[in-house]
DNA sequence: AGAAATTTGTCCGTATGTATC
DNA sequence: AGATACATACGGACAAATTTC
């Protein structure tokens, strides 16, 4: 069989499929996805397309796949708008080591302001973003 | 060919390869890696492998490919859109320090992807963003 | 507790499509 | 137009983690 991928490869729309299922809830937040072998027999593609499909979903933060037990629609991830739980956001004066005083002109031990955002995802850790501002500035 | 993979899989030990080339300056930033085939032929993997190894520089923010072209490596300066000149990202690998360490549930040490991005405005450093990712050398 | 079945992970080789040089 | 380089897709094989019996 040829491989004519015209507009849309074929991973994609699969992937696209399955992200319609799980909107409209014909997949159900939190449940397992089909595994990878009843997907390639229903879009009749090899396991590989399937899993490229599937690490779309991954990458969109839809999903998340265990070795052994199969992929997870994720729970709760759209929506969060304010006050998220899974989210950790301290805000604390810290001082500048070395390499911030550098970059901010200051001296090191000089007060700066740390925002800390800690994402987590199914339990995990997923990201920690940190922010520095000098103290007492105001935003343009 | 048998798959035998004792501890690491093939294509992290060659995105560990490939990394160290970069952080090193082995490979300069800006540059062009060596092409799929080349990295083929120099550790005898399956294009596959190869590619599955360059998809890891790219999550981890270290490369970008572009169609029919290549991979680059990402440089430290990124563009800017137009209006605000003057920002600087940083990619590097660095270690979890206690408090960081406790949050991702790893041991102090361990590695980790720190982008930095340093906001300046008329000269002066406006903020600068941390963002801390598990490397994606770890499973878990 | 142990063995088998299930399911995802890794790797190979090949072929063809599409973008860039 | 031709050569080069990345993208997509197939099929097969074996490894590793989990679940089931």
Redesign the pocket.
């Known amino acids: 069989?040829?491989?004519?991928?015209?507009g849309q490869?074929?991973?994609?729309a699969i992937a696209s499929e399955l992200r319609q299922r799980i909107e409209s809830g014909a997949i159900p937040l939190g449940a397992l996805?089909p595994?990878?072998?009843a997907l390639t027999a229903e879009f009749?593609?090899?396991?590989?397309?399937i899993?490229?499909a599937i690490a779309v979903l991954r990458e969109d933060g839809l999903a998340t796949?265990?070795?052994?037990?199969?992929?997870y629609v994720n729970a709760h991830t759209r929506f969060h708008r304010s006050g998220t739980p899974d989210d950790l956001e301290t805000i604390r004066e810290t001082v500048a080591d070395e390499k911030l005083a550098a970059l901010f002109g200051i001296e090191p031990g000089a007060p700066l302001v740390e925002h800390e955002i800690v994402t987590r995802r199914s339990g995990e850790v997923k990201v920690v973003v940190r922010t520095y501002r000098l103290l007492n500035q105001q935003q343009r």
């Open positions: 069989m040829p491989t004519p991928h015209f490869p074929r991973y994609r996805l595994t990878e072998g009749r593609a090899s396991r590989g397309t899993r490229q796949t265990e070795h052994g037990r199969g992929t």
